[in-house]
Nanobody, 121 residues
Framework: QVQLVESGGGLVQPGGSLRLSCAAS????????MAWYRQAPGKERELVAT???????NYAESVKGRFTISRDNTKNTVYLQLNSLKPEDTAVYYC???????????????WGQGTQVTVSS
């Protein structure tokens, strides 16, 4: 069983920072591309940032220059550093990863349970 578990969310004032983590656990062969999504109340889930296994990154325009995605393949963990936070960044943040459970199987998509980020004064 593969699990992705997020942590690090919370309440922060505008202009503040948070660091989200997403750790993969269970038995698997390899993790490929990973990503962070977010979903605000009443809105659709949107892609925030992606990172390849080789650490190439892409960002949504709304977070460029403020958020940084990174990963540690030795810890099977992906991070999202959130700086200069705005009230409109308030959402549940989810991590997603392409996980290959064995060398004989194609990778499947796995999701974490989400962590709440609230930006408010």
């Amino acid at each position: 069983q593969v699990q992705l578990v997020e942590s690090g969310g919370g309440l922060v004032q505008p202009g503040g920072s948070l660091r989200l983590s997403c750790a993969a656990s269970g038995i698997f062969f390899r993790i490929y591309d990973m990503a962070w999504y977010r979903q605000a109340p009443g809105k659709e889930r949107e892609l925030v940032a992606t990172i390849t296994r080789g650490s190439s990154t892409n960002y949504a325009e709304s977070v460029k220059g403020r958020f940084t995605i990174s990963r540690d393949n030795t810890k099977n963990t992906v991070y999202l550093q959130l700086n200069s936070l705005k009230p409109e960044d308030t959402a549940v943040y989810y991590c997603q990863g392409g996980v290959q459970r064995s060398s004989l199987q194609p990778p499947n998509s796995y999701w974490g349970q989400g962590t709440q980020v609230t930006v408010s004064s």
